[in-house]
């Protein structure tokens, strides 16, 4: 599974924006996704994940409420729309991919983070101004 992560910009607080990953290889909608990002300094830390059918949707407590993870198998796109964005979102992310069903993939993740997932794609940067 080869990933493409674009959508990134600048945005002050309290704006939106949607973030896209396009996946193309291996067959998609047998795969579990997920986005994570990196703030400058930081370890990458999960945001959001979803099952290969789209029917389950796992996120981080921080962006629980702001953000909408997605997925269209029929474009093989994912999406992450980021609603009430403040200026702590700033950070390079990421989406990954992994054949594992959604809650075993979230369980490794729990366990070994990052390594829990075997595809990744380059980030895309999203900048919050205050």
């Known amino acids: 599974v080869q990933l493409q992560a674009f959508g990134g910009g600048l945005v002050q607080a309290g704006g939106s924006l949607r973030l896209s990953c396009a996946a193309s290889?291996?067959?998609?909608?047998?795969?579990?996704m997920g986005w994570f990002r990196q703030a400058p300094g930081m370890e990458r830390e999960f945001v959001a994940a979803?099952?290969?059918?789209?029917?389950?949707?796992s996120y981080a407590d921080s962006v629980t409420g702001r953000f909408t993870i997605s997925r269209d198998s029929a474009t093989n796109l994912m999406y992450l729309q980021m609603n009430s964005l403040k200026p702590e979102d700033t950070a390079l992310y990421y989406c990954a991919a992994d054949h594992l069903a959604l809650t075993h993939v979230m369980r490794k993740t729990s366990m070994v983070g990052t390594k829990g997932w075997s595809y990744w794609g380059q980030g895309t940067l999203v900048t919050v101004s205050s």
């Open positions: 979803i099952s290969w059918s789209g029917g389950s949707t």
């Open positions: 290889g291996r067959t998609f909608s047998g795969v579990s």
